[in-house]
């Protein structure tokens, strides 16, 4: 099992800087949104619940980089990322296989919620909040490292993202707290509070990934 510093590695204070400035950033989008928007949600979560999830997700991309491989074995972790994605992505809400034929459309949300871009066409529609791509995909690459640190095998590669309960349960997850990410983005905010739940199943499953305990 590799060691618990290796995956959570400790802040210096440089980092502790940067990621201060990257937070004071945040806020004063944020309050500038407040301040420009007749209309806003009145809990205060509403806000934080994105910037959770793209911090969180911007810190384990940036602080995770896959072992040398063959390959074989990064093209499999590629598809193993690909289709990761693909499928915490439909649970999550991100596309769907049934379509109204609306078009597309840019939905000025709260910042992190928005700029929400949405497409529905006759057979599926596109829901793309940004902190969920960016949460997704920041899994989907925690995945592909996964497959890439799991063996120099691809085939025993695969056995082992199978087998890796940190990699199956935010799929799982995912799944269970999919009905919590609207189906438009129009109505999104409108059910914060399973947010909620749903940001501690990231976080959580973000920081399996990156420690693996199963590995």
Do not use: Q
């Not at 400790?10 to 500038?32: F, H, K, Q, R, Y």
């Not at 749903?198 to 199963?214: H, I, N, Q």
Request: proline share 6%; hydrophobic share 55%; charged share 5%.
């Amino acid at each position: 099992m590799a060691t618990v510093e290796r995956y959570l590695p400790a802040l210096d204070s440089g980092a502790l800087l940067s990621w201060a400035a990257v937070v004071n950033a945040e806020v004063l989008v944020t309050l500038a949104y407040v301040v420009a928007t007749p209309s806003v949600p009145t809990d205060p979560l509403t806000y934080v619940y994105p910037w959770v999830w793209l911090n969180v997700a911007g810190w384990a991309v940036y602080t995770t980089r896959p072992a040398p491989s063959s390959r074989r074995t990064r093209a499999l972790a590629a598809v193993g990322g690909v289709a990761y994605f693909a499928v915490v992505g439909y649970a999550g809400g991100l596309f769907h296989l049934t379509g109204a034929g609306l078009g597309f459309a840019v939905h000025w949300l709260p910042p992190g919620w928005g700029p929400a871009v949405t497409y529905s066409a006759s057979a599926f529609t596109l829901v793309l909040l940004p902190f969920k791509v960016v949460g997704y995909a920041a899994l989907a690459y925690l995945v592909a490292v996964t497959v890439v640190d799991a063996s120099a095998s691809a085939l025993s590669g695969l056995l082992g993202l199978v087998s890796c309960v940190s990699c199956t349960w935010p799929v799982l997850a995912t799944i269970v707290t999919g009905a919590f990410g609207s189906a438009s983005a129009l109505t999104a905010l409108a059910t914060t509070r399973a947010y909620g739940l749903s940001t501690v199943v990231f976080v959580a499953s973000v920081l399996l990934l990156r420690w693996r305990p199963s590995l």
